[in-house]
């Protein structure tokens, strides 16, 4: 079982930054596949960023390009989503995925979340 721990959630003025860090405990995620999704009061969870196993392959909801940045330190066993430039909408709470295919069945693995506030 793979327990993932977010950190680095706060309360910002527009325009600020903040980096989220995901840390899973228990065992190497040098295998899995990172993301960071965020879900809004009101709003389903939605898709805002993910790295390949090796850190080569990122993608990026068109709503953050730009401005979010996911990278992954395998020796640290630590994922990162640097936040610049945050709005208001960007208001949410931000969880982490670990996702990892063992033959063909997809195992999803998810954080307890991390606030993010963004002021105007």
């Known amino acids: 079982q793979v327990q993932l721990v977010e950190s680095g959630g706060g309360l910002v003025q527009a325009g600020g930054s903040l980096r989220l860090s995901c840390a899973p405990s228990?065992?190497?995620?040098?295998?899995?596949?990172m993301g960071w999704f965020r879900q809004a009061p009101g709003k389903e969870r939605e898709f805002v960023a993910s790295?390949?196993?090796?850190?080569?392959?990122?993608y990026y909801a068109d709503s953050v390009k730009g401005r979010f940045t996911i990278s992954r330190d395998n020796a640290k066993n630590t994922v990162y989503l640097q936040m610049n430039s945050l709005k208001p909408e960007d208001t949410a709470v931000y969880y982490c995925?670990?996702?990892?295919?063992?033959?063909?069945?997809?195992?999803?693995?998810w954080g307890q979340g991390t606030q993010v506030t963004v002021s105007s």
């Open positions: 228990g065992r190497t995620f040098r295998s899995y596949a």
């Open positions: 995925r670990a996702r990892i295919v063992v033959v063909t069945t997809t195992y999803d693995y």
């Open positions: 790295i390949s196993w090796s850190g080569d392959t990122t």
